[in-house]
């Protein structure tokens, strides 16, 4: 009897002892941790590629055109080659349209967006901002004979924006008769009012300043058609270590007046808005 108790004994341990065998080699799943899953940020890729990729509107000058030998400048341009040269990576600037410059942000053509881009809340439900690298409001671009002092003036007449810009729903809160023509570009709607095919052009006041100091028959009118308008950079949304990185980039550079002197190069005039208002 002992012998078969014996036995029963042992072949209980055995038992055991390979499903604890059992349990050891199997595989426990679990659950992958955020940082795991998460995509990998811009500013990683930037750094590895070695490039960094800047969509900016070269048809909007001062903030971005192409000099005499074909190569991208302006306002736009030389904060990019400032945050290309604190990254240590070249610098890729890619012409962008004021229509295409979210699809080129969700499509990764670029890693930033610097094109007069306005902040506002319908753009942030898909991409996200940094903080205000400039500021401005509207006013009009006419002909200097056309008699058209503000907007007032414009009872049944044509006003030039650019497709994919917030100017023509401006407009339209205006509740005016006006007719509203969509250009591709800043330059046409610029040669719109030049050719009397519009009668004036909507556009940030520091932007039609230039262009009136370019054009001796062209002026600007004295209004603020809208509330100040806070331009910023635009990245691709959930990317919040980009973000970090472009904000203390902005920080350091309006600290250091960098920005401010950057501003008067290009503009003849010191920024007449602050970056941070007071509410």
Avoid at 48 to 54: D, F
Avoid at 111 to 124: K, Y
Avoid at 184 to 201: C, N, R
Wanted: glycine letters at 6%; hydrophobic letters at 40%.
């Amino acid at each position: 009897m002992k012998l078969a108790k014996r036995g029963a004994q042992a072949a209980l341990l055995l038992s055991f002892a390979g499903l604890l065998a059992m349990t050891a080699c199997t595989k426990v799943s679990t659950p992958a941790s955020p940082q795991a899953t998460a995509a990998p940020s811009t500013l990683q890729a930037v750094l590895q590629r070695g490039t960094l990729r800047v969509g900016d509107c070269l048809t909007f000058a001062p903030f971005g055109f192409y000099d005499k030998n074909g190569q991208p400048d302006g306002y736009d341009v030389d904060l990019a080659k400032e945050l290309a040269k604190e990254m240590g990576v070249k610098l890729e600037v890619v012409n962008t349209t004021s229509a295409n410059r979210i699809p080129n942000l969700q499509t990764s053509k670029v890693d930033v967006v610097f094109c007069n881009f306005t902040r506002n809340l319908e753009r942030a439900k898909v991409i996200e901002f940094t903080t205000p690298y400039v500021v401005a409001s509207e006013a009009l671009l006419v002909k200097k004979s056309s008699g058209i002092k503000s907007i007032k003036d414009m009872s049944n007449r044509t006003i030039a924006t650019v497709k994919g810009s917030t100017n023509g729903d401006e407009v339209r809160a205006l509740n005016m008769a006006v007719k509203i023509q969509e250009y591709d570009s800043s330059q046409a709607a610029i040669l719109a009012v030049k050719q009397g095919q519009a009668d004036a052009m909507i556009e940030d006041n520091n932007f039609l300043a230039y262009q009136a100091k370019l054009d001796p028959d062209l002026t600007v009118t004295d209004e603020a058609l809208v509330p100040l308008e806070y331009n910023a950079f635009g990245v691709k949304a959930g990317d919040q270590a980009w973000l970090n990185y472009l904000n203390l980039f902005l920080f350091n550079i309006n600290a250091s007046k960098l920005n401010a002197q950057l501003y008067k190069k290009w503009f003849g005039v010191d920024p007449h808005y602050s970056l941070n208002p007071q509410f």
